[in-house]
Protein backbone atom coordinates (compact mmCIF):
# COMPACT_ATOMS: atom_id res chain seq x y z
CA UNK A 1 0.00 0.00 0.00
CA UNK A 2 1.28 3.59 -0.85
CA UNK A 3 1.13 6.24 1.78
CA UNK A 4 -0.11 10.04 0.54
CA UNK A 5 -0.93 12.78 1.99
CA UNK A 6 -3.03 16.17 0.85
CA UNK A 7 -0.39 18.88 0.24
CA UNK A 8 -2.79 21.81 2.45
CA UNK A 9 -1.88 20.30 5.41
CA UNK A 10 1.46 21.80 4.89
CA UNK A 11 0.42 25.18 3.30
CA UNK A 12 2.73 27.37 5.39
CA UNK A 13 5.71 25.40 3.57
CA UNK A 14 6.80 26.26 -0.16
CA UNK A 15 6.21 23.82 -2.46
CA UNK A 16 10.13 22.49 -3.19
CA UNK A 17 10.60 21.83 0.81
CA UNK A 18 6.45 20.52 1.24
CA UNK A 19 7.92 17.78 -1.18
CA UNK A 20 10.84 17.27 0.54
CA UNK A 21 9.62 16.77 4.04
CA UNK A 22 6.81 14.33 2.61
CA UNK A 23 9.85 12.30 0.77
CA UNK A 24 11.87 12.39 3.47
CA UNK A 25 9.22 10.66 5.99
CA UNK A 26 8.59 8.12 2.85
CA UNK A 27 4.88 9.27 1.51
CA UNK A 28 4.44 8.38 -1.85
CA UNK A 29 1.56 10.57 -3.20
CA UNK A 30 0.72 14.35 -3.04
CA UNK A 31 -2.50 15.15 -3.40
CA UNK A 32 -2.34 19.34 -4.29
CA UNK A 33 -5.16 21.78 -3.55
CA UNK A 34 -6.29 23.60 -6.07
CA UNK A 35 -8.78 26.23 -4.47
CA UNK A 36 -12.47 26.41 -2.90
CA UNK A 37 -12.25 25.87 0.46
CA UNK A 38 -9.14 23.90 1.11
CA UNK A 39 -7.00 26.65 -0.69
CA UNK A 40 -4.10 26.80 -3.35
CA UNK A 41 -1.11 27.29 -1.22
CA UNK A 42 0.68 25.41 -3.77
CA UNK A 43 -1.01 25.89 -6.61
CA UNK A 44 -1.62 29.36 -8.54
CA UNK A 45 -4.56 28.98 -11.33
CA UNK A 46 -3.81 32.11 -13.10
CA UNK A 47 0.02 31.27 -13.43
CA UNK A 48 0.51 29.03 -16.72
CA UNK A 49 -3.05 27.72 -17.58
CA UNK A 50 -1.30 26.28 -20.17
CA UNK A 51 0.91 23.64 -17.89
CA UNK A 52 -0.45 20.97 -15.95
CA UNK A 53 1.22 19.34 -13.12
CA UNK A 54 1.35 15.77 -13.30
CA UNK A 55 2.37 13.16 -10.55
CA UNK A 56 2.96 9.22 -10.61
Do not use: N, W
Request: some cysteine; overall charge negative; hydrophobic content about 45%.
Amino acid sequence: MKGGVFAVVFGALPFEKMLDYVQSVGVEAVEIGCGGYVGDAHYDETAGRGDALVFF
